[in-house]
């Protein structure tokens, strides 16, 4: 009498996880240091070294139970207080501690963010490109994921698309700036274009639709590029981040909620955070942790590296005549395959022990991610690999 | 447009917290040495100092990707397998890690049990005197949990009641042992009884009916007391653990999922769990806090403080005259109140600065709830003011 619906889910396997698998396998044969795997996006650089420094320093003198005692359910007091601190800051909008909600990762933010305002039955619309464990995210929470296509030429929003999709059903509105698995970050022209649609649909509707701003990736933003608050464009904003990628610490499961303070329920929203994690069993994230990332929420790891990857690869992929949408944050890249199907060009590339990822788990078949978060001595490495793929099997040279 | 549900639990304010917030405000009016606060269940104990020097050990020497990197989703497989060994050489069951799921604490470990074994409208049943934040945690998946009136000669199980209320809608039974608040344990008969009725009726109703046992309070049992394992009796057994207790770090949300080894579901169980936790956002207790504990899986804080506490805290009640059953274990202990209504008897006992919950909370109406864990000293000097409480209220004299 176990519930169906998980032991259905099962049986699905995750194209990424198998590629990393493969990968895995194939660098014992070969040693790991010779496959070029582009499939996990798992940051590659160290934590800052005034993390570990906090921490240690924590152990060795702080009381253990104001160390690891509970921290009261929206997360300690202090540590909020800190966070909305360096988001007014930031962004010149004034948080404070109310509306900030800690929380396990992005993953946990959004998991509340979607519970706050979605019933069962109720849609969520995202865009294509989009990260494929929305739909588990979503789906399990009763709502209903729709994906609106992608606008291919910039990685921007299908406007046209999106407009036939904003029924009446749509309660919010998800989205990833910079984004994963394009690499691309939403303009503000973008960003405005978006907030006007949903604001004169708020209207007709009579109901808020929310804007679900996933921003585990805002701090990887490349040089020239600006990279907006969304928060600013629309009230109804729910911001969820994650420190996993700014701090190199995914395994931490630290992030947060921040309600945008013009949003008239924000209080509230985040009040209601705290009711949604009794039933979720999340509590709160780790109170070391939390004491520790308070102490460094204006650093972040030596990031550079993957503005550096992105430049040597992007620079090949064009000069092979790839088309490509130059990514400006992240570390991801989402090129156009050489052929139709990119699953087969995926395939294809692991010949040359290139861990290729198709564009169809992130809704835009044709085109492939590259994780680059890897040394950046194997992507020099891997572009010779990739030359000599797109030659002998498409007859492409640079 | 937020969703009702969770904007209707606003309103309600749980007792313990309200109890600790008057605690916490008198204690800044008369010094908080002077409350004598029983109203929380957070350890008083330091952790051991061996899991301050292997986390320190471990920030000083290890690569930080290696110890802040993403757990795979069900904890990292070395963790899974101390634990699955601790679990077999302590109870003589074949653990091996594919039981294990690493989960945020007892929490987020039932959090994953219920959604394992309950649809929408499943019952499960547990026993009063129960731990009130179950009703959140049940209700929130869309399970209905139902409470089993006490048996209040023994804080063991009413088994009329319950076999009158175990019907075909019941999945799941949930147990607490030892339990908050009667800090009960139950006995090798009961849990032999209760398993014999959970096996007929499994058989009667062609169904599977899983207990799921929460145990965070299994480490702290005293002198003389047994404490049998649960899943020792009953093969369809769900543990869920927490190392809050045992090792003093509530605020780090540690614990796991263990799937009896004689369940013919247990591995599929595990996997499931993984599914479950992409629906709540859960991922996995932090990485470094995994790696830690598992140094220590077989130490404890210095739990003794406890059971002195409690013996003080019993003979003088005993001495008094109140009715009460001793606790096995945890650091509570469940007295009956000295007139009917025990929220009255409470309220009394604060103008003597003594800070009591009534039973109400817990389902057993008439009963108090003293959490003793707190410095002895301060058990010591709170029972002065406990004498003068039934002396000048109830004309009771030792």
Redesign the interface.
Known sequence: ???QK??D??SGKSVIRQLSEFAAARGKEIGYENVFDYSLG???V??PREF?DT??QM??TK???E?????PNPGIPSVREKVAASLEKRFGLPYRKEHIFM???A??????AF?????PGDEILTFAPFFP?YH??V???GAVLKVVPPDTASFQINFEKFEEMLTDKV?AVLINTPNNPSGVVYSRETLERLADILRKKQIQYG??I?LISDEPYREIVFAGVESPCVSYFYDNTIMCYSFSKSL???????GYVAVNPRCP?AE??V??CV??S????????????QLAVAEVLDKTSDLSVYETNMNLIYNELKALGFTCVKPGGTFYIFPKALEEDAKVFCQKALKYDLVLVPGDTFGAPGYFRMAYCIDTDKVRRSLTALRRFVAEEYGVQA
Chains 1, 2 share one sequence.
Do not use: K, W
Not at 115 to 119: A, I, K
Not at 278 to 289: L, V
């Open positions: 009498m176990l519930v998980y032991r889910m099962l798992n940051p590659s160290p934590v570990t921490m240690i152990l060795a009381e253990s139970n160390l690891h005692g509970y921290s929380a396990s990762g993953a946990g933010a959004l998991a509340h519970r706050l305002v979605t019933e464990e588990p995210y789906d399990l929470t309660m109901h808020d929310f190199s610490l995914p395994g931490e499961r630290i329920y509230e929203m009040a209601m009711q949604i009794r039933g979720t069993g999340h509590n709160c994230p780790p109170s070391i942790i």
